[in-house]
Protein backbone atom coordinates (compact mmCIF):
# COMPACT_ATOMS: atom_id res chain seq x y z
CA UNK A 1 0.00 0.00 0.00
CA UNK A 2 1.24 3.52 -0.90
CA UNK A 3 2.79 5.10 2.22
CA UNK A 4 5.08 8.41 2.92
CA UNK A 5 6.87 8.28 5.93
CA UNK A 6 8.01 11.77 6.74
CA UNK A 7 10.75 13.17 8.80
CA UNK A 8 11.06 14.18 12.60
CA UNK A 9 10.17 17.19 14.05
CA UNK A 10 12.69 19.82 14.12
CA UNK A 11 12.99 23.50 16.47
CA UNK A 12 14.79 26.15 14.23
CA UNK A 13 15.97 29.61 15.90
CA UNK A 14 14.55 32.59 13.72
CA UNK A 15 16.50 32.76 10.15
CA UNK A 16 17.44 29.27 10.15
CA UNK A 17 16.45 26.89 7.28
CA UNK A 18 14.87 23.30 7.45
CA UNK A 19 14.46 20.61 5.68
CA UNK A 20 11.54 17.82 5.22
CA UNK A 21 12.14 14.70 3.97
CA UNK A 22 9.33 12.45 2.65
CA UNK A 23 10.19 8.16 1.82
CA UNK A 24 7.37 6.84 -0.51
CA UNK A 25 7.05 3.07 -0.71
CA UNK A 26 4.35 0.91 -2.59
CA UNK A 27 3.98 2.81 -5.85
CA UNK A 28 6.24 4.13 -8.58
CA UNK A 29 8.11 7.18 -6.86
CA UNK A 30 8.65 8.96 -10.25
CA UNK A 31 5.22 8.32 -11.84
CA UNK A 32 3.52 11.09 -9.16
CA UNK A 33 4.13 14.27 -8.51
CA UNK A 34 4.90 14.93 -4.51
CA UNK A 35 2.89 18.22 -2.76
CA UNK A 36 3.87 19.77 0.25
CA UNK A 37 1.07 21.36 2.18
CA UNK A 38 1.49 23.23 5.57
CA UNK A 39 -0.68 23.56 8.48
CA UNK A 40 -0.92 26.09 11.02
CA UNK A 41 -4.03 27.44 13.16
CA UNK A 42 -3.43 31.34 12.54
CA UNK A 43 -3.19 30.04 8.25
CA UNK A 44 -4.75 26.56 8.06
CA UNK A 45 -3.62 24.77 5.45
CA UNK A 46 -1.15 26.18 3.11
CA UNK A 47 -0.20 24.80 -0.25
CA UNK A 48 3.41 25.25 -0.78
CA UNK A 49 4.23 23.52 -4.35
CA UNK A 50 4.94 20.23 -6.05
CA UNK A 51 7.84 18.68 -7.65
CA UNK A 52 8.00 15.81 -10.22
CA UNK A 53 10.04 12.94 -8.81
CA UNK A 54 10.73 11.90 -12.90
CA UNK A 55 12.52 15.01 -13.49
CA UNK A 56 12.70 17.20 -10.89
CA UNK A 57 10.57 20.19 -12.11
CA UNK A 58 8.86 22.14 -9.36
CA UNK A 59 6.23 24.71 -9.34
CA UNK A 60 6.22 26.74 -5.98
CA UNK A 61 3.30 28.62 -4.37
CA UNK A 62 4.34 33.05 -4.54
CA UNK A 63 4.00 33.16 -1.04
CA UNK A 64 7.22 30.97 -0.96
CA UNK A 65 9.02 31.15 -3.70
CA UNK A 66 12.39 33.37 -2.73
CA UNK A 67 12.53 30.41 0.56
CA UNK A 68 11.24 26.90 -0.64
CA UNK A 69 13.22 24.28 -2.59
CA UNK A 70 11.95 21.60 -3.88
CA UNK A 71 13.85 17.94 -4.14
CA UNK A 72 14.00 14.67 -4.59
CA UNK A 73 16.81 11.97 -4.88
CA UNK A 74 14.72 9.03 -7.01
CA UNK A 75 17.65 6.48 -5.47
CA UNK A 76 15.75 6.12 -2.32
CA UNK A 77 12.21 7.69 -3.26
CA UNK A 78 12.55 10.63 -1.39
CA UNK A 79 10.97 13.92 -1.63
CA UNK A 80 12.86 16.87 0.66
CA UNK A 81 11.05 20.31 1.16
CA UNK A 82 13.51 23.05 2.65
CA UNK A 83 12.65 26.50 3.82
CA UNK A 84 14.99 29.39 4.72
CA UNK A 85 15.03 32.44 6.58
CA UNK A 86 12.58 31.00 9.12
CA UNK A 87 10.21 33.20 10.65
CA UNK A 88 8.15 32.76 14.09
CA UNK A 89 5.01 32.60 11.56
CA UNK A 90 6.30 29.32 9.50
CA UNK A 91 6.06 27.30 12.88
CA UNK A 92 3.62 24.52 11.56
CA UNK A 93 2.97 21.03 10.62
CA UNK A 94 4.31 20.31 7.05
CA UNK A 95 2.62 17.45 5.17
CA UNK A 96 3.63 15.53 2.08
CA UNK A 97 0.92 14.62 -0.31
CA UNK A 98 1.18 12.57 -3.40
CA UNK A 99 -1.46 13.86 -6.26
CA UNK A 100 -2.87 10.51 -7.74
CA UNK A 101 -4.74 10.77 -11.47
CA UNK A 102 -6.96 13.50 -10.35
CA UNK A 103 -6.56 15.29 -6.93
CA UNK A 104 -4.22 14.01 -3.75
CA UNK A 105 -5.10 10.67 -2.94
CA UNK A 106 -2.12 10.26 0.28
CA UNK A 107 -0.65 12.37 2.85
CA UNK A 108 2.51 12.06 5.07
CA UNK A 109 2.35 11.83 8.83
CA UNK A 110 3.10 15.24 9.40
CA UNK A 111 6.70 17.41 10.68
CA UNK A 112 6.21 20.04 13.31
CA UNK A 113 8.56 22.56 12.53
CA UNK A 114 8.63 25.19 15.54
CA UNK A 115 10.51 28.63 14.99
CA UNK A 116 11.44 29.80 18.45
CA UNK A 117 14.30 31.96 19.42
CA UNK B 1 -5.42 34.21 -5.64
CA UNK B 2 -8.78 32.13 -5.28
CA UNK B 3 -10.96 32.55 -1.81
CA UNK B 4 -12.88 29.42 -0.60
CA UNK B 5 -15.47 29.51 1.80
CA UNK B 6 -16.97 27.04 3.81
CA UNK B 7 -20.18 27.16 5.97
CA UNK B 8 -20.96 26.44 8.25
CA UNK B 9 -17.71 26.75 10.21
CA UNK B 10 -18.79 24.04 12.71
CA UNK B 11 -21.77 21.84 12.64
CA UNK B 12 -23.66 19.59 15.82
CA UNK B 13 -25.17 16.86 15.00
CA UNK B 14 -26.32 13.59 16.13
CA UNK B 15 -25.45 9.79 14.90
CA UNK B 16 -27.74 9.10 12.13
CA UNK B 17 -28.05 12.34 10.69
CA UNK B 18 -26.95 13.63 7.04
CA UNK B 19 -25.22 16.48 7.11
CA UNK B 20 -24.36 19.13 3.88
CA UNK B 21 -21.20 21.66 4.23
CA UNK B 22 -20.87 24.06 1.92
CA UNK B 23 -17.93 25.68 -0.07
CA UNK B 24 -17.59 28.70 -1.84
CA UNK B 25 -15.39 29.64 -4.31
CA UNK B 26 -14.34 33.62 -5.35
CA UNK B 27 -14.16 32.52 -9.02
CA UNK B 28 -15.44 29.94 -11.52
CA UNK B 29 -13.39 26.57 -11.25
CA UNK B 30 -15.22 24.32 -12.48
CA UNK B 31 -14.97 21.19 -10.96
CA UNK B 32 -11.55 21.17 -9.69
CA UNK B 33 -12.60 20.63 -6.28
CA UNK B 34 -11.54 18.12 -3.74
CA UNK B 35 -12.79 17.37 0.10
CA UNK B 36 -10.59 16.23 3.16
CA UNK B 37 -11.28 14.70 6.34
CA UNK B 38 -9.07 15.47 8.95
CA UNK B 39 -9.31 14.08 12.33
CA UNK B 40 -7.02 15.76 15.64
CA UNK B 41 -3.48 15.31 15.23
CA UNK B 42 -4.02 13.11 12.12
CA UNK B 43 -2.92 14.19 8.67
CA UNK B 44 -6.14 15.20 6.32
CA UNK B 45 -7.45 12.18 4.46
CA UNK B 46 -9.15 12.43 0.83
CA UNK B 47 -12.44 11.74 -0.06
CA UNK B 48 -13.56 13.68 -2.98
CA UNK B 49 -12.13 14.81 -5.63
CA UNK B 50 -13.42 16.48 -9.54
CA UNK B 51 -16.06 17.61 -6.87
CA UNK B 52 -17.90 14.31 -6.90
CA UNK B 53 -16.05 11.16 -7.11
CA UNK B 54 -14.74 9.17 -4.27
CA UNK B 55 -11.45 8.26 -3.98
CA UNK B 56 -10.77 4.62 -3.46
CA UNK B 57 -11.49 3.04 -0.06
CA UNK B 58 -14.18 6.13 0.77
CA UNK B 59 -17.69 5.12 1.59
CA UNK B 60 -20.77 5.86 -0.39
CA UNK B 61 -22.10 7.70 2.58
CA UNK B 62 -19.89 10.73 1.46
CA UNK B 63 -21.06 12.44 -1.79
CA UNK B 64 -20.08 15.45 -3.50
CA UNK B 65 -21.66 18.17 -5.62
CA UNK B 66 -21.59 20.95 -7.52
CA UNK B 67 -19.92 23.20 -10.53
CA UNK B 68 -18.58 26.54 -11.27
CA UNK B 69 -18.51 28.26 -7.38
CA UNK B 70 -20.89 26.29 -5.66
CA UNK B 71 -19.70 22.82 -4.13
CA UNK B 72 -21.75 20.77 -1.38
CA UNK B 73 -20.30 18.10 0.55
CA UNK B 74 -23.05 15.67 2.05
CA UNK B 75 -22.78 12.96 4.88
CA UNK B 76 -25.08 10.38 5.19
CA UNK B 77 -26.22 8.40 8.31
CA UNK B 78 -23.46 9.99 10.70
CA UNK B 79 -21.39 7.42 12.83
CA UNK B 80 -19.15 8.26 15.02
CA UNK B 81 -16.31 7.92 13.37
CA UNK B 82 -17.19 10.82 11.45
CA UNK B 83 -16.90 13.31 13.68
CA UNK B 84 -14.07 15.40 12.11
CA UNK B 85 -13.14 18.83 11.17
CA UNK B 86 -13.66 18.56 6.76
CA UNK B 87 -11.81 21.30 4.33
CA UNK B 88 -12.43 21.46 0.88
CA UNK B 89 -9.71 22.84 -2.16
CA UNK B 90 -9.92 24.47 -5.48
CA UNK B 91 -7.13 23.06 -7.48
CA UNK B 92 -8.09 25.29 -10.77
CA UNK B 93 -5.28 27.79 -10.73
CA UNK B 94 -2.08 28.12 -8.40
CA UNK B 95 -1.96 28.42 -5.63
CA UNK B 96 -3.97 26.20 -4.58
CA UNK B 97 -6.15 27.17 -1.86
CA UNK B 98 -8.11 25.78 1.26
CA UNK B 99 -11.35 26.37 2.94
CA UNK B 100 -10.53 27.47 6.33
CA UNK B 101 -12.64 24.13 7.85
CA UNK B 102 -16.14 22.82 9.06
CA UNK B 103 -15.91 21.12 12.15
CA UNK B 104 -18.84 18.46 12.67
CA UNK B 105 -19.39 17.69 16.35
CA UNK B 106 -21.44 15.43 17.93
CA UNK B 107 -24.71 17.05 19.34
Known amino acids: QVQLVQSGAEVKKPGASVKVSCKAS????????IHWVRQSPEQGLEWMGWINPNNGGTTYAQKFQDRVTMTRDTSISTAYVELTSLRSDDTAVYYC??????????WGQGTLVTVSS | DIQMTQSPSSLSASVGDRVTITCRAS??????VAWFQQKPGKAPKSLIYTASTLQSGVPSKFSGSGSGTDFTLTISSLQPEDFATYYC?????????FGQGTKLEIK
Open chain 2, 89 to 97: QQYKSYPYT
Open chain 1, 26 to 33: GYTFTGYY
Open chain 2, 27 to 32: QDISNY
Open chain 1, 97 to 106: AKWGHLGLDS
